[in-house]
């Protein structure tokens, strides 16, 4: 159990943000390949997330790589002051893509290209699974 009270059965649930189709099936696609993920959802916009995140749905959630840097640091400042908030990896599209300060999200920032990679080992350090 990780400190938002969920994961039953040692199962994550996800949440994918990207309004970009193609994006989210892929995505998708590489969270139902690993056993522990339990549920994957998915929305195209912010507010829709933090709907999902108030009901206390996702363990981790995704952005997708096309979602505007200054979208994305304010819609993180406001999943993190939640009382349970999802632990968040927020995808970039090259592995030398600086728009994102590490400082000013909240988990991790992950290249498209490392994602299938990054994926099992961030579960594996966050959630010892």
Known sequence: INERGGMENNK???LIVSNFGAHQKAIQAMCASIPQISDVYSVADTNQALEMVKTNLPDL????ANL???KVVEFLSRVTSMP???YCITLTLSDN???FDQNQC?????????FAVKLPEI???VYAI
Not at 61 to 64: F, P, Q, R, T
Not at 106 to 114: H, Y
Request: aromatic letters at 4%.
């Open 84 to 86: 349970f908030p999802p």
């Open 61 to 64: 959630m995704i952005l997708g």
């Open 123 to 125: 579960l594996s350090e």
């Open 12 to 14: 994550l649930r996800v």
């Open 97 to 99: 893509d600086k728009s």
């Open 106 to 114: 909240a988990g991790q920032i992950v290249s498209t290209r490392s």
């Open 68 to 70: 505007a840097e200054s």
